[in-house]
Structures are given as C-alpha cells and as structure tokens.
C-alpha cells in the first residue's frame, strides 16, 4: 500500500479544512428599547401641523356646539340638557329645528350642515395623514428626539456599527449620525432600533437633532483624524461638559488629542487591538488581551475536565497559577458566584485571565478550550519551531512586532512594495528590536514564505490591511505547513466568526471587534483605558492612582471582589505587582488596575 507524502497529507488538511461547513452560530441582534410614551412621541413627530389643525377643528366645533346650546336655550326655551341634544342632531345633520320657523333657524341649520361637512372632511384628511407613512429619514428623527442620556455615535462604518452594538447590548440609547442614509450599514443599525440622523456630524444644527442637549457622550469613529477632532470641537461647543470619545489613527496625535480632551479619550484601535494579535501567535482561543505596562494579560475560557483537573478548589487554581478567575458556569450553563472555596466541578466553564505563560501552564495541566482536540500539544517555541512570521508591517504589524520583541525568539517580517512608506516609518522606529529579519516580498508566494522560514516557524500572523491578502496567506501556509500555527487579521466580523471553523482554532480577529468595547465603555462611564466583553457585560479596565480621598483607599482587595471588581495590578513605592494578595489594604499613592463589569465599576466611583 502506497503512503502519502507530506506534501500530499498537507494539501489534504488544507482542503478539508477549506471544505469544511462553516457552523457559525446565529448571532441575536440586540435590539434598543423604548417606553409605551416614547414610542407615541416618536411617532408624533414631524405631524405638529396636523395636530395644530386637529386641535383648530375641535376649537371651532366646541365654538359651534356653545351657539347652538345658546340658541336652543333662549329661543326654544329648552332646558341645557335638551338643548345639548338638539345640537348634536343639528352636527350629525338632524333636524331639530322643525318647530324653528325664522330666518335665524334656518339659517343656523345651513351653518350647521356645512360645519359637519367640512368637519368631517378636516378629521378624514387629519386621519389619513397621520396614519400615513413618513419618510423614512424623519421616522429616524423622532426616534432620536426621544431618546435621553443616550450616546451619539458620529460615522456609521464597521466600527461604529461595532460600538452601537455593545452599547444596545449593555442598554445605553444610541443615536447614530450618518451622512448617507443609502449606507449599507444603515438598515443594520435600524434592525436593531438605533435611530440615524442624516447629516455632517460637524455641524451643530445635525448635533442637535440628535440630542446633544441630553446626552451624555459623544463618539467620533469616522475614518479620518481632523473630521474625528472637528466633530468633538463641535460637540463642545454645543456642550462644554459633554464627554468625547475620539477614534484616533495616529499615535502621536492620540496623545496630544488627550492633553486637550482629557485622559482615556482618543483611542486607537491599531493600538487597542495589537496585543491580542501578539498574544495570540504564543496561546490559543485568546478572547481578549489586556496590556498591563509591559505585561499582557490574556483572558481565556477553560472546561475543568472529568478527570485529573490541575485543582480542586477556586483559590487553589488561582494561588497555584497566579491567575484570576473571572467567571464561572456550570455544566447547564447557569452563572455561579464566586468564592475562594468553591470546588471546580467536570464541565464548568471558567473564564480566566493572566499572564500568557500562565494560560498556557493551564492548558499544560490539562485544563480544555476550543481547540484542545484539534491541538492539544501547547503552543511553545521549540528548537525545530522557533519563529514567528509576521505578513504586514503597518499600523496593526509594528505594534505586534514591539509587543512579541520582549519574548526575544526570532521575529521575520514580510512586507511588500506597497508598504514602503509605512515600512520606513515603522522600521526606523523599530530599528532597535532584537531579533528581527526583514524581507520584501509578497506572503503569498510559496518561493517568500520559504524564505522566511515557514518549515521552522511556529507561528505565522497575517496583519495585512486586505481580508483575502490575508485568508490567501493562511491558506498557503498552511500549505506548505499543515501545522503552523495561523493568526489573521479581518475586517468583517461574520468573517472572523467564520474562519476560526475553517482553520479548526480561534486564530482570526476583527480589528474592530476587539478596540469597540473600549470606545463604548469609555463613553458610557469614562476614565477607563480598556475594555472586553463578557458573561457579565463590558468588563473595563480602570487604570489610576489613588488620591488621599479616593473611594478605593482603605479597601481590601479581598473585600473589593466580593463587589464584582478585582484589582489585577498594584504598583507601590516604585515595586509593580500581578494580582496582589487578597489581604492587601489599598493606601493613598498606590498606582491601581481594577478592572470590572460597568456596573461594579460605576458603584465603586459612587461609593
């Protein structure tokens, strides 16, 4: 019997891989709520000119049904009661004056007819109207101008239709500016009841359609630095106290944008998303990466197994390897609380987050993810796989490269022609990483990724700006190395959910799906410098130093869980620390990364 091949066993894998059916699970789009009034508010308005005349014609009706009561009254001798019923006749064009035989009488009989008529004709055409339907540019309008504390998103692209979404997720109203209500994105932000208002975003008359008196925070996501800074510049000139969020490309720029707004305002998502790129070329199924200094911590989900689990209590797991559990799910999929005691049953899902070194001691011991049957040897460096490939040398492709040089293992970067002027930029800064090749070329071409050593690289990372430059490199990778660990940068998030299945691990990441919580949990509390979704909502990191008065000092960081927040990071007298101990009492001048749901988090700053 014939054997097959490396090459042949290589080209197989990828096929199948590429064959496979991509099971992505249906996603719920999440919907924003209003009350019973807001919805009749909503839908009122734009119709004040048909109300104004409804409310003309029952003026004048009540103006008519007085005379008549009075002329009943006083020429007929009746009683108000009689009289009351004879003018009601005389308006549904009865005749009730049939003993009436003066001009006045007829006279208020013709009046009367020709009343009904036209009255009736007024409230047909008032009807009509109002049941009528609106355009669909001023339906939006009436959604917005009923929406309060809400937060206006400025910009309508993948990443603001990112951050609508954690927004209505957590229950924050959400007011969308957009300057083209044709956008594809629209229909998808008006499926989930989040009202556009068409228009320039600098312009203060479009501000005000949307809210900006009641609202509590203003984001600026659109593609493009000096629209994001005209937009906040507007916004506090309507509103001096309205918090800006601002999208930010450049990094310079960023942190001059905050000198002027205020900390934890400008965000680049290049930035934001980087480290969750780096971490992912040394672990697997990292959901999210939180930089803490020069630490990146990496947030994970494990199934305790049935059998041999690395601990049998809670704290034990987190003493044993300095790791902080995050949540816990039991086999039913029902949240348990936390405590220090609680013993890890088979089948529950923990969410942990720690050092990169440490999720992988997890997996070692024998903890599962996603990807345990497919991979269950641990990602490592080892002498026949020593290096990592990065494809893309731009914003995201640097930032990785300085991230994964404090690992000091061997780092080649393939760029192309078209990077020249971002490569010269980013090398020169660069220039100084240990252990870094450079190599101009095209990663999708068998002949470069040779060159680059792909039969001894453990991982490659294709962080490209283009979807299919990057799914091509993946594919021809892993080609040429069935079993090189591949990590991809996309831009479509249906696209990122789907390759995971494609390539059996959780390696592909939307730049955007990864920097939008941040943006929308800096705009629905502030002060925070990042942010993730989780089992409990929006987790976000708050990052500051305590002041003698602050509502933090004085606390055990025991006590501090007990509230849903964990201080995953202390700095005291110039001496950093990873997850202090429980007993450690916080003192004025301690340097603190909590890090909490928004909930806990807003509690905490109120107490």
């Known amino acids: 019997m014939s054997q097959a091949t490396p090459a042949t066993q290589n080209a197989t894998m990828v096929n199948n891989a590429v064959t496979a059916p991509l099971h992505a699970e249906p996603l719920i789009v999440p919907r924003q709520r209003y009350a019973l009034w807001s919805r009749i508010r909503a839908n009122l308005y734009g119709r004040g000119t048909l109300i104004a005349e409804a409310m003309i014609a029952l003026t004048l009706l009540a103006a008519v049904l007085v005379f008549d009561v009075w002329f009943f009254t006083t020429h007929a001798h009746e009683d108000i009661v009689s009289a009351l ?28 007819v020709l009343f009904s008529v036209l009255f009736i004709q007024s409230v047909l055409n008032t009807v009509r109207a109002l049941l009528s339907k609106r355009a669909p540019e001023v339906r939006q309008l009436g959604y917005a101008a009923v929406c309060h504390n809400h937060v206006i998103v400025c910009g309508l692209g993948r990443m603001g239709l990112r951050v609508i979404t954690r927004l209505v997720e957590s229950g924050t109203q959400v007011v969308v500016i957009e300057r083209n209500f044709q956008s594809e994105m629209v ?51 309507e509103r001096d106290d309205i918090r800006v969020i601002l999208r930010a490309f450049n990094e310079d720029f960023d942190r001059g944008l905050e000198r002027s707004f205020g900390p934890h305002t400008a965000f680049s998502s290049s930035a934001l998303a980087a480290p969750t790129f780096a971490a992912a070329t040394l672990s697997r199924d990292i959901e999210h990466v939180l930089p803490l200094g020069n630490e990146l911590l990496g947030v994970a989900q494990f199934i305790v197994p049935a059998k041999n689990a690395p601990a049998s209590t809670a704290q034990s797991l987190e003493d044993t390897y300095n790791v902080r559990i ?13 405590t220090p005691q609680h013993s890890l049953a088979a ?21 599962a993810t996603d990807s345990s049957a497919t991979y269950p040897v641990p990602l490592a460096p080892t002498p026949q796989r020593d290096r990592i490939i990065i494809c893309g040398f731009g914003k995201v492709g640097y930032r990785v490269v300085r991230w994964l040089a404090q690992w000091r293992l061997p780092i080649v970067v393939i760029h192309r022609d078209e990077d020249d002027d971002e490569h010269a930029t980013f090398t020169e800064q660069a220039i100084n990483l240990p252990g ?38 993946g594919l021809e990778a892993r080609h040429l190395c069935a079993d090189v660990h591949v990590v991809l940068r996309v831009f479509s998030g249906a696209l990122a959910q ?17 920097s939008s919580p941040t943006l929308a949990a800096a705009a629905e509390i502030g002060g925070i410098s990042h942010a993730f979704p989780g089992s409990a909502g929006l987790y976000a990191l708050d990052e500051h130093v305590l002041a003698p008065k602050d509502a933090l000092a004085g606390k055990r960081i025991g006590d501090l869980r007990a509230q849903q927040a964990q201080v995953i990071g202390l700095r005291r007298a110039g001496s950093a620390t990873i997850f202090p101990a429980a007993d450690t009492v916080l003192v004025p001048g301690d340097e603190v990364a909590l890090l909490a749901p928004l909930p806990a988090l807003v509690r905490l700053r109120s107490s």
Do not use: W
């Not at 789907?498 to 990864?514: E, V, W």
């Open 498 to 514: 789907k390759l995971p299945y494609l390539f059996g691990i959780h390696t592909a990441y939307s730049t955007s799906d990864l």
């Open 85 to 112: 019923a004879d003018s009601f006749k005389l308006l549904t064009l009865q005749n009730a004056l049939s003993g009436q035989q003066d001009r006045l009488a007829a006279g208020l009989f013709i009046f009367n």
């Open 436 to 473: 870094i090749t450079y190599i101009r070329g095209d990663a999708r071409k068998e002949s470069v990724l040779k060159e680059a050593g792909i039969d001894h690289a453990m991982t490659i990372a294709a962080v490209t700006s283009d979807d299919l430059t990057n799914l091509q490199i």
């Open 187 to 237: 229909p998808r932000a008006i499926d989930m009841r989040v009202p556009v208002v068409v228009g320039e975003a600098q312009e203060a008359r479009v501000l005000r359609k949307a809210g900006i008196s009641s609202a509590r925070a203003v984001i600026a996501c659109i593609d493009g630095d000096l629209t994001d800074v005209e937009i906040a510049l507007a916004a506090r000139a």
């Open 347 to 367: 089948g529950e899902k923990l969410t942990i987050i720690g050092q990169i070194r440490a999720l992988e001691a997890l997996r070692t011991a024998g903890l």
């Open 326 to 338: 995050l949540s816990l799910i039991n086999g039913s999929g029902r949240a348990i609380k936390y």
